[in-house]
């Protein structure tokens, strides 16, 4: 089975503009998640969404949204980008099934750089 | 709330050293606990879970077991080798209607030839 699928993988922004990074998990995966990565924060929960409906969601601003489309291929969007939104973008996906293990799959990351 | 504590890094080894990187945590719930793997420029790799008290997960010579009475699942590995040297994630995931993962700060491990 392919990986899970990430476009951009770099990508270069101006303040004040929004971008939208996409997200394509494992055939069969119904759940993805999208993580921000910073040296000095970690790794940070976005959210969580399945068959087409957030489940989950972090503490991020509204600038932070996301969507999921019937295929499980999922986008996030960040308007309004700040210097701070400089990250690793990291989605994972997951069978999504409601027993454990919740194991995740990762894709390679979209690096954000907000200048 | 929910969190996870690993040790802090670099840890730094000679290869065929004897690795332990601690980690705790603390979850409302019964989570399923798990240690992730970065290479560099990488995403994260699963490299072991455990799903109930005492299990053990294990793979590529790494070990970890979930005790549930001390809230820890440390990683261990007898021998290690230049190739291992990454940072190590430990974390948690419950299902409290969608699922949440929390992570550990992760530890970066250096493996000296």
């Known amino acids: 089975k392919a990986g899970v699928t990430q476009t951009p993988r770099y990508l270069i922004k101006t303040r004040g503009q929004q971008v939208t990074l996409s997200c394509s998990p494992i055939?069969?995966?119904?759940?993805v998640s999208w993580y921000q990565q910073t040296p000095g924060q970690g790794l940070q929960f976005l959210f969580e969404?399945?068959?087409?409906?957030?489940?989950n969601k972090g503490n991020f601003p509204g600038r932070f949204s996301g969507r999921q489309f019937s295929n499980s291929r999922s986008e996030m969007n960040v308007s309004t980008l700040e210097l701070g939104d400089s990250a690793l973008y990291l989605c994972?996906?997951?069978?999504?099934?409601?027993?454990?293990?919740?194991?995740?799959?990762f894709g390679p990351g979209t690096r954000l750089t907000v200048t | 709330g929910d969190s996870v504590t690993q040790m802090e890094g670099p840890v730094t080894l000679s290869e065929e050293a004897f690795l332990t990187i601690n980690c705790t945590y603390t979850?409302?719930?019964?989570?399923?606990l798990f240690w992730y793997v970065q290479y560099p420029g990488e995403g994260l790799q699963l490299l072991l879970k455990?799903?109930?008290?005492?299990d053990k997960g294990s793979n590529k010579g790494f070990e970890a077991t979930y005790r549930k009475e001390t809230t820890s699942f440390h990683l261990e590995k007898g021998s290690v080798q230049v190739s291992d040297s990454a940072v190590y994630f430990c974390?948690?995931?419950?299902?409290?209607?969608?699922?949440?993962?929390?992570f550990g700060a992760g530890t970066r491990l250096f493996v000296k030839a």
């Open positions: 994972a996906s997951s069978p999504g099934a409601a027993i454990p293990p919740y194991e995740q799959y």
């Open positions: 055939s069969g995966h119904r759940s």
């Open positions: 969404y399945f068959s087409e409906t957030q489940r």
């Open positions: 979850a409302t719930g019964y989570p399923s």
């Open positions: 455990a799903t109930k008290a005492d």
């Open positions: 974390a948690l995931s419950l299902n409290t209607g969608g699922f949440k993962t929390i």
